[in-house]
């Protein structure tokens, strides 16, 4: 903004946003693909970087991962008054922490399509639920303490947060835009280490 103001006022032309086309200057040499040699870009022909389309991946992944990120809000709304385990509150903490800001992330940018958030979130089993708790899953956390709470909670999360892997590895894998793709890196990497921790202290617990 402070850059276009600046530019209006000193009557200075702007640069156009994306790539440049090629002028009368110095020629432009556009390098090749690996083992192909260099050629020199031809006048009126735009080089540089390209913005990445949005494709339907992108929009699966934010349409899906919002529900799936709200149950998860909703199990660790749980942890608080029914255990004082810290670990399983450290958990919570860091899980609430992480994915509020990645709902409201998603729902601008699909916004910015013109597109709706989901409402609320689907408590469903099989291949397509990613691994969401079913109502009575979410009941039975919901009537647990302390110990017994600790060991659903974690078990739940776990798969969870597997299914929330699966989902960021499929946007990777098939998704085009740069904010949807820098999520689910985001994604894949941070529950994948919490993975590995709630095992941990999964195993840890009395049997």
């Known amino acids: 903004m402070s850059t276009f103001a600046l530019a209006a006022c000193s009557q200075q032309p702007t640069e156009p946003a994306g790539p440049s086309p090629v002028g009368t200057g110095a020629p432009v040499i556009v390098p090749g693909s690996p083992g192909a040699p260099a050629r020199t870009a031809t006048p009126g022909e735009r080089v540089g970087p390209t913005p990445s389309p949005t494709v339907a991946a992108d929009v699966r992944f934010a349409e899906g991962m919002i529900p799936h990120h709200r149950q998860a809000l909703e199990m660790t709304s749980m942890v ?21 800001p990645e709902i409201k992330a998603m729902t601008a940018w699909l916004a910015e399509l013109g597109r709706s958030a989901p409402a609320g979130h689907q408590h469903e089993q099989g291949e397509a639920s990613y691994g969401m708790a079913t109502e009575a899953e979410l009941n039975a956390l919901r009537a647990a303490r302390a110990g017994a709470f600790d060991r659903l909670f974690l078990q739940l999360m776990i798969r969870h947060h597997e299914g929330a892997v699966r989902m960021a590895g499929e946007e990777l894998a098939g998704g085009r835009d740069q904010r949807m793709r820098l999520m689910a890196k985001d994604v894949y990497s941070g529950q994948s280490i919490e993975i590995a921790r709630m095992r941990e202290v999964l195993k840890s617990l009395p049997a």
């Open 80 to 100: 608080e008054a029914r255990t004082a385990t810290a670990s399983i509150r450290a958990f919570a903490r860091q899980i609430s922490a992480a994915q509020t």
